[in-house]
């Protein structure tokens, strides 16, 4: 009995693993390039619908419309970035040449991170007080509440959460 199991199951794999790559190359004859566009045209879609989702949750008004736009534009991130923002490959560099590029990729996000906070500032002045209610208790929801730590795992890395005893030491 178990050997019949292990044959219809071994054979089930094999026919699996022949007739997927098949049908995976059926249904996307477009290769790499089609799957790029298609993803974004989705990432496109998701922004216009953020956009119109924040127009109705802040009952933006039309003259708050360019500081709203700006708002949005720094927020998306370019897809892949140009070849001349890409980093030059880090094995033939020498430790002084990949600390010095470490370094101008430090500068430039800074500077982005700066960009970034100008029109999130600019934005959030363009508000009316209960707009700004709004929009801080959306930027909170955003973040998990989690402030500063932010992010998947709070800012803890993958080991999870602290455990133990408030103010003890983690067990574990």
Known sequence: MRSTIRTA????????????PAAWAQTDPGGPRQASSQFQAM???RERQRAQDLRIILRLRPDQEPALTAFLQSQTRPMGGAPEHRAPPTEAMTTPQRLDEMARRDAERAQARQARTATVRAFYASLAPDQRQVFDALMRMKSGGR???????????????RRGPPGGPPWG
């Open 147 to 161: 402030g500063r730590e932010g992010g998947r795992f709070g800012g803890r890395g993958f080991d999870g959460p």
């Open 9 to 20: 199951a071994l054979s089930l794999t094999l026919t699996l693993a022949v007739a997927a």
């Open 43 to 45: 990432r496109e879609a």
